[in-house]
């Protein structure tokens, strides 16, 4: 969590990085790469398959040419003659219309016992009618019949064909002052029935259904325009003759198509004139009848009365099946009749004109509303919080497509939180490791600071010491270093620690602030009175750290507790001798034990105003005799091995007095 008193540039920044990863992922939203587009279809899909479906209607139902059928009444295609007795049939049970599934554009030779002339082309280019042909017009021509024709798309018009269609009776509103050219698909007739049949029946729609790219039907074209004329789909088309439907009016806008008004009910579209299938669910949801059933009268009389029947073929290796959302084997006739129910419901998918808009306007918030709830509440509860803001993103784009049928993507808004989370993340960590930094090199600022005026604290007691104190630090850290290697020391003395001891060997003596002058510097030696008062400089050392370190409210750090063990255990004894608490062996601090051989060993070569300088050699076997007793024996053979390093540094900083001076 980002505190109140953090640096508000940095609370900045991270609204800054949120802002450009939205814009980020925005610009992506307006030319997305293939995939994003995949995905996002795929979202579609996840949304329409969870989403509350309402039943169909009930007024729509499909007869169906089966494996049953076939096997009873002979293999397809049948006889139109046989066709026609279906078909009559059907119109006899009481449908309002029936829209047929399927194309006649060659003559039935199929053997006849009348001896009319099988079928022949007429001057002007059109087959006559065979029997089979006039028995099936003459059923088209009495009932509410739509047959089925295929348009071609592209540019080789010169494969089409001539055909006897039925468009549209349409009206244009067009809301913007632009171009005249119908904006649908533009296509050209294909293939269509026989001009005989295709004028007996009193309708006609195209089947044409073309999947996404990802071969998953998702939409299919209502209507598709050839120059000037304009067709309804095989579903459209029946849906307008059963309730005698005239006034279709297209409204456009600048973009394209926007909406087919079919006298007073309103169905939207794409900008070609697509339209989003509002499927019920799989195959099967649309009720199916067997053709079987029809002919041989076992149907229902209320079975398809006042309903919609589309006619197809669903039997094995016939039928042509499409692959949706909700199926893998949607057969096509129940496509074009789930077209119809959804017309009938008045319950439509769409994906309204602003939407882009406003899944942008979304997207670009995305980052802004991370990077404050990350500024609130942290990477963690912030992660929390955002990742129930996408279920609810999620939750309700599923409400408003299945309640509403509305499409709102959730794709870019959900990738503008992940997006700008995780660079807030990374700004946040960075944030905090700059921060991190700033306060270690402050720390480190303080310390030396601390350790800077303990020392110049020391000094200013007496210059001698003072010099005392730039010879010590050196020494330790040659010492540290060489016992760095030791078992018994190596997990002590880390670079850090070696480091913060040498930098603490100077300020071993500031306990002497608090022993008179008159003690301090006089040049003979001590009575018993001022023996104790000199001794006395390690709890006054002790003290000043304690009281310092209490003060501030600073509790278990690593410099003061070194700093109190340098002060107040230098003078310890390895055999318990020493003082002020008379510790022994292991129970006195390493950093004590430490300090004690290179302040013993500092004294003994330096002059001092008691004494003069002892040569180096005599220093170094003086400690050494008191290996085990006044200093650790593993420290004293360290020593030995860093004498040659000592003497340099002796020399190079001693007093005015050297060895070979003062032998």
Same mark, same amino acid.
């Given at each position: ?7 508000p540039?940095g ?11 939205s ?12 995939l994003?587009?995949?995905v996002?279809q795929?979202?579609?899909d ?5 989403a ?6 009930? $007024? ?5 040419l ?33 829209g047929?599934d399927m ?19 007429s @001057?002007d280019?059109?087959f %006559? ?12 021509? $009495? ?19 001539p ?6 009776r ?21 293939l269509c029935?026989?001009p ?18 990802d ?17 309804? #789909?095989?579903?459209?088309?029946t ?6 439907i ?50 041989d ?9 006042? $309903? ?20 893998a ?8 009749a ?7 419901r ?10 882009p808009?406003?899944?942008l306007?979304? %997207? ?20 929390a ?19 509403k049928?509305?499409f ?38 303080t ?15 007496? &210059? ?7 010879? %010590?630090?050196?020494? *330790?850290q ?37 022993v ?10 001590l009575?018993?009175?001022?023996w ?27 410099l ?10 230098? &003078?310890e ?10 510790l ?23 002059? $001092? ?5 002892? @040569? ?5 076997? *003086?400690?050494?005799?008191?290996r ?21 540094? #002796? ?9 070979? *001076? &003062?032998?």
């Open positions: 969590m980002i505190s109140r008193d953090s640096d540039r609370v900045w920044r991270l609204v800054v990085w949120g802002v450009l990863a814009l980020l992922v925005a610009a992506i939203s307006l030319r997305p790469p293939s994003l587009g995949y996002d795929r979202i579609y996840v949304l329409l398959r969870s509350h479906r309402a039943a169909v209607t009930g $007024r729509v139902a499909i007869v169906d089966d494996d049953r059928t076939l096997a009873k009444f002979g293999r397809w295609p049948w006889p139109r003659e046989r066709l026609a007795q279906l078909l009559a049939k059907i119109q006899r049970l009481g449908v309002v219309s029936v047929l194309v006649f554009p060659e003559p039935d030779e199929t053997p006849s016992s009348s001896a009319e002339p099988a079928a022949r082309k @001057p280019g059109e %006559t009618l065979t029997p089979h042909d006039a028995a099936l017009a003459a059923v088209l021509a $009495r009932g509410p019949f739509v047959l089925g024709f295929g348009l071609g798309f592209g540019a080789d018009r010169e494969a089409r064909v055909c006897v269609l039925h468009p549209l349409l009206a244009y509103v067009r809301q913007s002052a632009g171009s005249n050219q119908v904006p649908l698909f533009q296509a050209w007739p294909r029935s026989l005989g049949l295709a004028r007996a029946a009193p309708g006609s729609g195209f089947l044409n259904a073309a999947p996404d790219r071969g998953i039907l998702r939409r299919m074209p209502l209507v598709i325009a050839d120059e000037e004329a304009v067709y309804p #789909s095989l579903g459209l088309a849906v307008i003759m059963a309730f005698g005239r006034r279709v009016v297209l409204r456009t806008n600048d973009v394209g198509a926007e909406s087919l008004a079919l006298d007073d009910l309103v169905v939207p579209l794409d900008a070609k004139g697509g339209f989003l299938l509002a499927y019920r669910g799989g195959k099967g949801t649309i009720p199916y009848v067997s053709a079987a059933d029809v002919l009268d076992r149907v229902t009389p209320t079975a398809l009365r006042d $309903r919609l029947v589309f006619v197809g073929v669903t039997a094995l290796g016939i039928r042509d099946t499409v692959v949706t959302p909700l199926d084997t949607y057969p096509g006739v129940e496509l074009h789930t077209v119809a129910d959804s017309i009938l008045g319950e439509f998918l769409s994906r309204p004109r602003a939407a808009a406003v899944e306007l979304l %997207t670009l918030l995305a980052g802004p509303i991370a990077a404050l709830v990350v500024v609130v509440a942290g990477v963690t509860w912030g992660a919080i955002l990742g129930a803001l996408g279920v609810g993103l999620w939750l309700g784009a599923g409400w408003l497509l299945g309640a049928g509305i709102l993507s959730p794709l870019y808004p959900l990738a503008g939180l992940a997006v700008s989370f995780t660079a807030l993340t990374v700004a946040s960590v960075l944030l905090e490791r700059g921060r991190a930094d700033w306060t270690a090199w402050r720390l480190r600022q310390r030396e600071l601390l350790l800077h005026s303990l020392t110049s604290l020391t000094g200013t007691r007496d &210059h001698e010491t003072g010099t005392h104190l730039l010879r %010590t630090q050196q020494y *330790m040659v010492l540290c270093e060489e016992l760095a290697h030791h078992p018994r020391f190596r997990e002590f003395l880390t670079p850090d620690t070696i480091d913060l001891v040498a930098r603490l060997a100077p300020i071993h003596d500031i306990g002497k602030v608090g008179p002058d008159i003690v301090l510097r006089k040049p003979g030696p009575t018993d009175e001022e104790e008062q000199m001794r006395r400089h390690p709890e006054f050392g002790h003290q000043v750290i304690a009281d310092a370190e209490r003060r501030a409210g600073i509790r278990h750090d690593v003061l507790r070194l700093a109190k063990d340098v002060v107040s255990t230098h &003078h004894r390895w055999d318990g001798t020493g003082y002020p608490k008379g022994k062996g292991e129970a006195i601090p390493i950093a004590g034990r430490l300090v004690a051989v290179v302040d013993v060993y500092d004294a003994l070569v330096s002059k $001092r105003v008691y004494k003069e300088a002892l @040569p180096h050699e005599v220093a170094v076997r *003086m400690i050494v005799e008191k085990g007793t006044h200093f650790d024996p593993d420290i004293v053979d360290a020593v030995v091995r860093v004498e040659t390093e000592w003497r340099r540094i #002796s020399e190079s900083l001693g007093d005015g007095a050297t060895d070979s *001076m &003062h032998p």
